[in-house]
């Protein structure tokens, strides 16, 4: 039974911003922010991977493909499917028994429709985040200059 109760909790990307200029010693350092989607008790539903493996399957149409490309198993990638449709209680692919052009895997409506509002969640955090993580990291510059 699918669990109706289910949080956004967090989502891993990473931002394009580096802790300090190109030749400082916070040159190679990033901010990471993580959501998940989890449920009410922590339970990860999906999180960056699982959205990377939605994602290949609509470029590649293969989950065979995308878990290639991800460098994970095959079996690992239906694993990972399997758990977030039972959860979500939504199919988000769809499979086509092959013939003379072949099988092929895509994302169903609903797969679809939540990998662009994930993609649009990132942008829009992106962007929103702009100005806070620039001041984040000319506080941290502050401090490193004091010594």
Same mark, same amino acid.
């Given at each position: 039974?699918?669990?109706?109760?289910?949080?956004? %909790?967090? %989502?891993?990307?990473?931002?394009?911003?580096?802790?300090?200029?190109?030749?400082?010693?916070?040159?190679?350092?990033?901010?990471?922010?993580?959501?998940?989607?989890?449920?009410?008790?922590?339970?990860?539903?999906?999180?960056?991977?699982?959205?990377?493996?939605?994602?290949?399957?609509?470029?590649?149409?293969?989950?065979?493909?995308?878990?290639?490309?991800? $460098?994970?198993?095959?079996?690992?990638?239906?694993?990972?499917?399997?758990?977030?449709?039972?959860?979500? $209680?939504?199919?988000?692919?769809?499979?086509?028994? $092959?013939?003379?052009? $072949?099988?092929?895997?895509?994302?169903?409506?609903?797969?679809?429709?939540?990998?662009?509002?994930?993609?649009?969640?990132?942008?829009?955090?992106?962007?929103?985040?702009?100005?806070?993580?620039?001041?984040?990291?000319?506080?941290?510059?502050?401090?490193?200059?004091?010594?």
């Amino acid at each position: 039974m699918a669990c109706p109760y289910f949080y956004l %909790f967090a %989502f891993i990307f990473y931002l394009s911003f580096m802790a300090g200029p190109k030749g400082s010693k916070y040159y190679d350092i990033f901010l990471k922010q993580q959501l998940h989607l989890v449920t009410k008790d922590e339970a990860i539903v999906i999180n960056e991977e699982g959205f990377t493996l939605l994602t290949e399957i609509k470029k590649q149409q293969s989950i065979v493909a995308a878990s290639r490309s991800m $460098g994970i198993s095959y079996r690992k990638a239906w694993g990972l499917l399997r758990k977030i449709e039972y959860v979500l $209680g939504l199919q988000l692919v769809g499979k086509h028994r $092959g013939g003379k052009t $072949g099988g092929k895997t895509d994302l169903t409506q609903e797969g679809i429709e939540l990998t662009e509002a994930y993609s649009n969640l990132k942008r829009d955090i992106d962007f929103a985040g702009h100005d806070l993580i620039k001041t984040f990291f000319n506080r941290i510059n502050k401090l490193s200059n004091r010594k």
